[in-house]
């Protein structure tokens, strides 16, 4: 029984980092695009849902998440539309990595200087707290809640791109954009929604995140490493491949853990160095181009 909670609470944990890497991975399948500055939004988000708590005490953060999903899109949209379009079609692939990079840098010390390095969390009240048992096993309730709302963005995510207009005007785009353009379709406002959906993803794991653990204004590398591990293992462009790289992650970590407690993220780091080695191109098998 022990083994099956660890399984359990692994694929929660996975669900979480699932969710750290869907918005990268839908401006990487569609824009061709890394953004670098992923982390810090996702860290922002975090920030946002800690201060809006605060002006409404008492509030469960579960229903901070639509509210602060909704202002990352439009942050999202505005960042795309004013920079990242400047560089998303530059010949030179180094440009949005460079450009995106220095926005990381730009958006940690602007946290830094609001709101200090102290250590923040999002307090989830009695919610962290509850466990259910199911023939001996205990689960949290938080984390089953973090791995159904993990699966339900991502249903949501793929019949968006699968069965309206607005997703087969993404698929074209992201197939190719000069195709595109001659059949009506701007490829620059596809890419602005695409921004905005990708970093409303990463406010809800920002949001999912700080409710599970601590962060401070310099937290955002470490969540663009798991991000990037996460698209790399599940493969580039790939949502339902982000969602198993995340399983995968997530049972890592546990079951290291559980043999060797010192060993922290460790064995995260090791399984996607493993996949790296025999699947580089992805547990989906999707290339990079």
Same mark, same amino acid.
Request: charged share 10%.
């Given at each position: 029984?022990?083994?099956?909670?660890?399984?359990?609470?692994? *694929?929660?944990?996975? @669900? !979480?980092?699932?969710?750290?890497? /869907?918005? #990268?991975? =839908? +401006?990487?399948?569609?824009?061709? &695009?890394?953004?670098?500055?992923?982390?810090?939004?996702?860290?922002?988000?975090?920030?946002?849902?800690?201060?809006?708590?605060?002006?409404?005490?008492?509030?469960?953060?579960?229903?901070?998440?639509?509210?602060?999903?909704?202002?990352?899109?439009?942050?999202?949209?505005?960042?795309?539309?004013?920079?990242?379009?400047?560089?998303?079609?530059?010949?030179?692939?180094?440009?949005?990595?460079?450009?995106?990079?220095?926005?990381?840098?730009?958006?940690?010390?602007?946290?830094?200087?609001?709101?200090?390095?102290?250590?923040?969390?999002?307090?989830?009240?009695?919610?962290?707290?509850?466990?259910?048992?199911?023939?001996?096993?205990?689960?949290?309730?938080?984390? *089953?809640?973090?791995? @159904? !709302?993990?699966?339900?963005?991502? /249903?949501? #995510?793929? =019949? +968006?791109?699968?069965?309206?207009? &607005?997703?087969?005007?993404?698929?074209?785009?992201?197939?190719?954009?000069?195709?595109?353009?001659?059949?009506?379709?701007?490829?620059?406002?596809?890419?602005?929604?695409?921004?905005?959906?990708?970093?409303?993803?990463?406010?809800?794991?920002?949001?999912?995140?700080?409710?599970?653990?601590?962060?401070?204004?310099?937290?955002?590398?470490?969540?663009?490493?798991?991000?990037?591990?996460?698209?790399?293992?599940?493969?580039?462009?790939?949502?339902?491949?982000?969602?198993?790289?995340?399983?995968?992650?997530?049972?890592?970590?546990?079951?290291?853990?559980?043999?060797?407690?010192?060993?922290?993220?460790?064995?995260?780091?090791?399984?996607?160095?493993?996949?790296? *080695?025999?699947?580089?191109?992805?547990?989906?098998?999707?290339?990079?181009?």
């Amino acid at each position: 029984m022990d083994w099956v909670g660890l399984i359990i609470n692994g *694929l929660c944990l996975g @669900g !979480l980092y699932g969710m750290l890497g /869907v918005g #990268l991975a =839908l +401006v990487t399948g569609v824009m061709r &695009f890394v953004n670098i500055s992923h982390g810090e939004f996702i860290v922002m988000a975090a920030f946002l849902g800690v201060f809006a708590s605060l002006q409404v005490p008492g509030i469960n953060p579960l229903w901070l998440i639509v509210p602060v999903a909704i202002v990352f899109f439009f942050v999202g949209y505005g960042v795309q539309a004013v920079l990242f379009n400047k560089v998303v079609t530059a010949p030179d692939f180094l440009a949005p990595i460079l450009l995106t990079f220095g926005f990381s840098i730009v958006l940690q010390n602007v946290m830094f200087e609001a709101f200090g390095t102290n250590v923040r969390s999002l307090t989830a009240g009695g919610l962290a707290r509850e466990s259910i048992s199911v023939g001996g096993i205990s689960i949290g309730v938080l984390p *089953l809640i973090t791995l @159904g !709302l993990a699966i339900l963005f991502f /249903v949501v #995510l793929q =019949l +968006v791109i699968a069965r309206t207009a &607005f997703g087969r005007a993404v698929r074209a785009t992201a197939d190719n954009r000069d195709v595109a353009r001659l059949m009506g379709v701007r490829p620059t406002r596809i890419f602005n929604i695409t921004m905005g959906l990708s970093l409303a993803l990463a406010a809800v794991a920002g949001m999912l995140l700080a409710m599970r653990a601590t962060f401070t204004p310099f937290s955002g590398l470490s969540n663009l490493l798991v991000a990037f591990e996460v698209i790399v293992i599940g493969g580039f462009g790939s949502f339902w491949g982000a969602l198993l790289g995340g399983f995968l992650l997530g049972l890592a970590q546990l079951i290291g853990l559980h043999f060797d407690p010192d060993a922290g993220i460790f064995y995260v780091h090791l399984a996607f160095f493993a996949v790296v *080695l025999f699947r580089p191109q992805g547990l989906m098998g999707i290339k990079l181009p």
